[in-house]
């Protein structure tokens, strides 16, 4: 199994620009979740999903949208990139709440300039 | 909101040695996890080890343990025998959910483990 894919790895954007950042996982996990590190600091979710039609904001949510359409896929959209989205997004999934694990994706490097 | 605390920036040991990293959280939930992940220079997000509040045992996961004190809200690991491999950062996390679907992880800022060979 591959687990958790992301991709981009790496990406520069200009401000203003947009883009689409893919996640895609193979343990057919009901939740998924977006996250992005910034230097220095621990992880901040953005978005939540907890199963295919279904979203929810997290902590930091200005900025970008998201959609889950089937249960593998859990994209990120940034519309109108700026300087303070720069950062490392990682997505995770979990097959349910609790004690489950949230297995991580490798990350993007996302640098808006 | 949910916070987690982690008051060393960074740690350093001798390789075999033991080291503790300490962890505070504030929550006004009775029910919850605590987890500490690992992120070495791969930024890889690996779990460590996870604690269930409602356990009064500490886990343990091979040379990782936990020191779960729920009255105080403070969640440390202490890694036994350390390795070379044990350097990275470590981030302790709380997990916070509810019966509405409600869910995520509340990270803190970490703490870098170094590992002097």
């Known amino acids: 199994n591959a687990g958790v894919t992301q991709t981009p790895k790496f990406r520069i954007l200009k401000i203003g620009q947009s883009m689409t950042l893919q996640c895609t996982q193979d343990m057919n996990h009901n939740y998924m979740y977006w996250y992005r590190q910034d230097p220095g600091m621990g992880l901040k979710l953005i978005y939540y999903?907890?199963?295919?039609?279904?979203?929810d904001k997290g902590e930091v949510p200005n900025g970008y949208n998201v959609s889950r359409s089937t249960t593998e896929d859990f994209p990120l959209r940034l519309e109108l990139a700026a300087p303070s989205q720069t950062s490392v997004y990682f997505c995770?999934?979990?097959?349910?709440?609790?004690?489950?694990?949230?297995?991580f994706g490798p990350g993007t490097r996302l640098t808006v300039t | 909101a949910q916070t987690v605390t982690q008051s060393q920036p960074e740690m350093s040991v001798q390789e075999a040695e033991t080291v503790t990293l300490s962890c505070t959280y504030d929550t006004s939930e009775s029910d919850y996890y605590l987890f500490w992940y690992k992120q070495p220079p791969s930024r890889q997000m690996i779990l460590v080890i996870r604690q269930e509040a409602y356990k009064q045992q500490n886990a343990t996961e091979n040379r990782f343990s936990v020191n779960f004190q729920k009255a105080a809200k403070s969640f440390s690991l202490k890694i036994s025998d350390s390795q070379l491999g044990d350097a990275a950062m470590y981030f302790c996390?709380?997990?916070?959910?509810?019966?509405?679907?409600?869910?995520?992880?509340?990270f803190g800022k970490g703490t870098h483990l170094i590992i002097q060979p």
């Open positions: 999903s907890v199963g295919a039609g279904i979203t």
């Open positions: 995770a999934s979990s097959h349910s709440s609790g004690a489950y694990e949230q297995y």
């Open positions: 996390a709380y997990r916070w959910y509810s019966g509405g679907g409600a869910d995520g992880l509340t």
